[in-house]
C-alpha cells in the first residue's frame, strides 16, 4: 500500500508492498505501508489522521482525528433550511386536519405550536444568511 501525504492511500494487488508509482510523473507516495498490517488496516478504516513518524521519517503509526469542518456556501445552507421548513409544513398537516375537523387535543396544539417555533428559528437563520452572515 502507497500513502500519500494527505491520508490517500492505494494498493496494487500486482506488488502492494512497494511504490508502483516510481518512476512515473505523478505525485510519489510519502511511505509504503504493507498491505494486510494492523497499520495498513488503521489507515484504511480511519479516514482522518495524522501519522507518527520515527526519526527516519518512516509512518510507525497513526492518531485518528476528528474530520474538517465543511464550509457550506450560503445557497447550500438556505437549501437545507428550505427543506427543513417542507418537512416541519409535512409535519403539521395532521394536527392542523384535527384542528380544522374540531377533534383536535391538547397535544395536537402543542406539537403545531413546537413546529412553528422550530419554523421561525429556522426562517430567523435564513435572514440571516440574506444579509451575507455565515450561520454555522
Known amino acids: 500500500m502507497i500513502v500519500f501525504e494527505d491520508g490517500s492511500c492505494q494498493t496494487n494487488s500486482c506488488n502492494p508492498d512497494s511504490n508502483f508509482l ?7 507516495p510519502k511511505w509504503v505501508v504493507k498491505d ?3 497499520l495498513a488496516g488503521k489507515i484504511l478504516s480511519n479516514r482522518y489522521w495524522e501519522p507518527v513518524e520515527d526519526e527516519n521519517g518512516n509512518l510507525i503509526d497513526i492518531v ?3 474530520p474538517p469542518e465543511i464550509t457550506r456556501s450560503a445557497e ?6 428550505k427543506n427543513r421548513l417542507d418537512e416541519i409544513d409535512r409535519q403539521a398537516i395532521r394536527p392542523l386536519r384535527a384542528i380544522a375537523a374540531g377533534t383536535a387535543t391538547d397535544e395536537d396544539r402543542s406539537v403545531l405550536a413546537e413546529l412553528e417555533a422550530q419554523a421561525e428559528e429556522i426562517r430567523a437563520q435564513m435572514a440571516e444568511l440574506d444579509e451575507g452572515k455565515e450561520v454555522s
Open 22 to 28: 516510481e518512476g512515473f510523473d505523478c505525485e510519489q
Open 64 to 66: 485518528p482525528i476528528e
Open 76 to 81: 447550500e445552507q438556505t437549501e437545507e433550511l
Open 36 to 38: 494486510g498490517s494492523e
